[in-house]
């Protein structure tokens, strides 16, 4: 097999690769492992992997060393999961494995972001003993680094008996990368001081670090290392370094390492343009472009995103489209994303939005600016479900959210009430360092929607600086956890303090009044709204009539409600509610007929309330019309429809009639209908209903009291002692306590706690 060697080395091509596997079957070496191995190789080099997959799998008992150079093949060829597979498949078919197999199995698994399996291979190399292969640990290193866990990777390093200048440059780009720069800075001076000899690689992810965190004076140290010890690259040292003091806003030093620069790449003149770019001197950018070109210097992706960046900022629309004209002409890829998201940019910032959506639209290699914008889209449209199910796709795909990602997963966590998902996302906020102010607020309102009101008081309590959106998000987290008081407290906080306050601010504030009954300070806050000239909107109005009609001042709602502009249908509810609640039913009634004059639906919102004012005023032939109006209107019964159907035939004495409509529901009986019926019971003296159905009343489970306390005080009443007993000692079983009844008045213009 040895004289077959130099024949493989000089294949050039997938047939020639092939004439060569013909002539070592006719020679008898189709089962000759190192044959076998070396055509597997070659075909992968030559771009046929499916060839080399097919002499693998005839191939008859493939050894540890076929099975990692398969693995690695597929590696090489960008098949990551088909290479995890295979790895898996290995241990199922091998007893033993080899060092040779991990480092493609790291890096495939590097590619995906699962680190699960990443931890689970990590455990397999302690099993087998490969902990001390210096490679093998080097490629552990890197997985966890690119997979953002600086932790488990800093503890695999601190743990290496030898450490070489590889993994010493590999656990400062896993920290530069993770945007820890400060930590691999510090890993570098420890470096330096360890004597060890330092390559390229460790000094490009220094510099990056300098230049992240704008240490300049590092920077500058650094940069004096590489003169001393005459550190040669490929001239990336060079880029990095000018992009390095772009970044620190040292112009000067910048121009005078370009202009020294020999040899200059197009990557350099776009690490030069990018620093004018960043220091705003985007003529500056445009002129060094005009002067590339007089160089004949090819361009790439990123230069082209640098001179569109300048472009946009100018608002330079002409010069910009001439740009996105050479795009085309030279064949770049506009539907890239990265070069599609500069030119929605460049469009977005001259006024032209109707190009940006053609732009977008044209994109399809999507990296996370695109993942943002249909998870974002996903949110906004109510399919937070699907949002989350693109989240976990994309992180299975290898890549990293960021803020903005974040936010928007947070968002749909909150919206389905998924507060497990939420925190974990929370846990990689908190490991990775996201915390903005824009995930935080985020976090606030997740954990609010989610019922967990102490969690997002605690986040918003550590928050140093707050913004409007903060004190907004706190506020509509506390209301709809029904501490509405608390949240009344934080807006008069916002307003003592003279901070920042928007119509979100006065809207959340008149909410929680209008949870609490607060009249006084309703008006007091609809009076600061005045003074403050904030923005009246539907909203407002909307949110000032549903306050004004539950604390019982009909005439002020119905005087905000006449002042709409524009009502929609929830303005409508509140005001139909509001009569509906104070018994005001003929003013409820005439509403709805002249809201549905006015060409608007109703919707099950809006009957049930008009229903529940029925029921409250005694309303029969009305209820009864208005629950068959749903049936014409194709709006399908949901149980509280019927609860105000019980209720109101229980109240009107026609106890079989509503005993009859709930053995017809369509679904189960819940105890909120079972508690109207058996209410009217007790007003009619029906005890024989009651005991005809006693077997089920007492079979069923809740943790209403109210229900419990009603069927005992009836059977009290009737001195069914025995029964009366009975029931109370069923809510002591289930833990439940009769819950005291209490009423909020207003003293001296405020609601005692």
């Not at 990692?68 to 060829?77: A, D, E, R, S, T």
């Not at 880029?239 to 030093?253: E, I, P």
């Not at 109707?354 to 044209?362: A, L, M, N, P, R």
């Not at 997740?446 to 918003?460: N, P, R």
């Amino acid at each position: 097999m040895i004289q077959y060697m130099p024949l493989f080395r000089s294949c050039t091509s997938s047939r020639s690769v092939a004439q060569l596997h013909a002539h070592l079957i006719i020679n008898g070496l189709r089962k000759d492992p190192l044959a076998s191995t070396k055509l597997i190789e070659s075909y992968s080099q030559m771009g046929s992997l499916k060839t080399s997959r097919r002499v693998f799998e005839t191939f008859p008992n493939p050894d540890s060393f076929m099975w990692g150079v398969i693995i690695k093949c597929h590696v090489w060829n960008n098949f990551f999961q088909e290479a995890i597979f295979l790895y898996h498949t290995m241990l199922c078919q091998l007893s033993e494995t080899s060092s040779f197999i991990y480092p493609s199995v790291l890096r495939a698994i590097s590619a995906t972001g699962d680190l699960n399996v990443g931890r689970k291979v990590h455990g397999r190399i302690l099993k087998c003993g490969f902990e001390f292969d210096s490679v093998v640990v080097t490629a552990l290193l890197s997985m966890y680094g690119e997979l953002g866990w600086t932790v488990y990777a800093r503890k695999l390093f601190d743990e290496m008996s030898v450490k070489d200048v590889v993994s010493w440059s590999s656990i400062i780009s896993s920290y530069v990368r993770n945007g820890k720069g400060e930590e691999g800075l510090e890993i570098f001076g420890d470096l330096v001081k360890e004597g060890v000899e330092i390559d390229s690689v460790a000094l490009l992810s220094a510099v990056e670090g300098c230049g992240e965190l704008g240490v300049w004076r590092v920077g500058k140290s650094v940069h004096g290392y590489i003169l001393r010890k005459n550190i040669q690259s490929d001239g990336s040292l060079i880029n990095s370094l000018v992009a390095m003091y772009g970044k620190c806003g040292d112009m000067c030093s910048a121009e005078l390492l370009f202009r020294n620069a020999v040899d200059k790449s197009t990557y350099t003149w776009t690490a030069m343009m990018s620093c004018y770019n960043q220091n705003g001197c985007y003529h500056e950018a445009l002129a060094l472009f005009v002067k590339m070109h007089e160089f004949d210097m090819e361009y790439n992706e990123v230069t082209v995103m640098a001179v569109l960046c300048s472009c946009a900022r100018l608002g330079w629309l002409n010069e910009g489209k001439s740009i996105h004209g050479f795009i085309v002409r030279n064949a770049f890829d506009c539907g890239n994303d990265l070069l599609g998201s500069a030119l929605v940019d460049l469009y977005a910032n001259c006024g032209k939005l109707s190009d940006c959506h053609k732009v977008f639209g044209s994109s399809q290699d999507r990296h996370i600016v695109s993942w943002n914008m249909l998870i974002s889209g996903y949110v906004q449209e109510g399919f937070s479900d699907k949002a989350l199910t693109l989240f976990v796709d994309m992180v299975r795909k290898g890549i990293l959210p960021d803020s903005y990602t974040l936010a928007s997963v947070l968002s749909a966590s909150g919206d389905i009430g998924f507060s497990k998902f939420g925190c974990q996302i929370h846990s990689h906020v908190i490991r990775t360092g996201f915390s903005t102010e824009f995930v935080q607020n985020s976090l606030i309102d997740m954990y609010s929607k989610c019922g967990l009101v102490d969690y997002a008081l605690v986040i918003f309590k550590d928050t140093q600086e707050r913004s409007v959106v903060t004190w907004n998000s706190m506020m509509c987290g506390l209301t709809q956890n029904g501490l509405s008081r608390e949240a009344i407290s934080l807006f008069d906080e916002i307003y003592s303090n003279s901070s920042g306050m928007d119509e979100v601010t006065f809207l959340a504030a008149i909410q929680a009044c209008s949870t609490v009954g607060w009249l006084e300070k309703g008006k007091w806050i609809h009076h600061k709204l005045i003074i403050f000239d904030v923005r009246h909107d539907m909203y407002i109005d909307t949110a000032l009539t549903d306050m004004y009609a539950k604390c019982g001042d009909l005439r002020m709602a119905r005087r905000v409600f006449d002042s709409m502009s524009e009502r929609s249908i929830i303005s409508w509810s509140a005001m139909i509610g509001g009569y509906g609640m104070h018994g005001q039913i003929n003013d409820a009634i005439s509403l709805f007929h002249e809201m549905v004059n006015s060409g608007i639906k109703p919707n099950d919102i809006i009957l049930t309330n008009i229903l529940s004012a029925c029921s409250h005023s005694g309303y029969l032939n009305e209820g009864k019309y208005f629950f068959n109006l749903m049936i014409n209107l194709s709006i399908e019964p949901k149980p509280e429809h019927f609860a105000c159907l019980v209720d109101l035939l229980s109240r009107a004495g026609d106890i079989d009639k509503a005993y009859e409509v709930i053995t017809s529901m369509p679904f189960p009986v819940d105890v909120s209908i079972w508690g109207a019926l058996i209410n009217g019971c007790r007003i009619h003296k029906r005890m024989d209903i009651i005991k005809m159905m006693q077997q089920r009343l007492e079979n069923m489970q809740t943790d209403d009291t109210g229900y419990y306390t009603l069927l005992s005080n009836i059977y009290a009443e009737e001195g069914e002692w025995n029964e009366s007993r009975m029931v109370r000692s069923k809510m002591r079983s289930l833990g439940l306590k009769k819950v005291d009844g209490y009423s909020m008045i207003e003293v001296e213009k405020r609601i005692p706690a």
